[in-house]
């Protein structure tokens, strides 16, 4: 026995999801469009990204980040991270591994920097205006705790033969940033020549409560 058993639409472009019986009267459901789809049609999914100038990797982790994600304490939000990218642009990489860290402690002082990147809602001409706030080079109000490895930086310079590569790392909202926190990217690494990268992020805003 086989056939559609059920079909339905949660709004105009949003996903439908078909449940139907397989050969052997298992059931089963098919995806009929974007996974991430439905989240960004709410207007709460963003993205941030190092200015095109790029950043060098910081070497050492400590309160000086590559990049952070910050979560203002009177967000009235959390932050679910979805995934992680960065991106190579000029100069000879040291090798050494880059890892997300966390500050947890939501008295401590804010994180600054000397000014915020643009945040994108990716429900590109609406939605909502993010709450968080992301930052190159920012100051951290404490050494944060690493927390997971996201890539191994493989010594190399412009005239390296390489086959074209991005590193994507997909959180699927394993990390959740709460109001007053924040996660960074860092490297521990050697100088290199100067090495510049950018780094990008994307989450969702969910709201408290």
Not at 19 to 30: P, T
Not at 137 to 163: D, G, H, K, R
Request: hydrophobic share 45%; aromatic share 8%; proline share 6%.
């Amino acid at each position: 026995m086989s056939g559609i058993v059920q079909h339905f639409d949660s709004g105009a472009g949003a996903e439908v999801t078909v449940e139907a019986y397989s050969r052997n009267r298992a059931l089963k459901e098919v995806q009929a469009s974007g996974g991430l789809q439905d989240a960004v049609l709410r207007g709460r999914v963003f993205a941030a990204c190092t200015d095109v100038g790029g950043v060098a990797p910081n070497g050492t982790p400590g309160t000086t980040s590559d990049f952070t994600l910050y979560n203002p304490f009177s967000s009235g939000v959390m932050l679910s991270v979805w995934r992680i990218a960065m991106g190579y642009i000029s100069g000879t990489i040291a090798v050494g591994p880059t890892g997300l860290y966390a500050n947890t402690n939501p008295a401590a002082a804010v994180t600054t920097a000397a000014a915020a990147l643009p945040v994108t809602n990716c429900l590109l001409s609406g939605g909502y205006s993010t709450k968080a706030k992301a930052f190159t080079t920012a100051t951290l109000p404490a050494s944060p705790t690493f927390m997971m490895s996201l890539y191994n930086l493989t010594p190399f310079a412009a005239a390296t033969a390489l086959t074209p590569y991005s590193l994507l790392h997909d959180i699927g909202g394993l990390i959740v940033v709460m109001p007053g926190c924040g996660i960074s990217i860092e490297s521990t690494c050697g100088a290199g020549t100067s090495p510049l990268v950018v780094y990008a992020m994307t989450w969702e805003e969910i709201t408290l409560g």
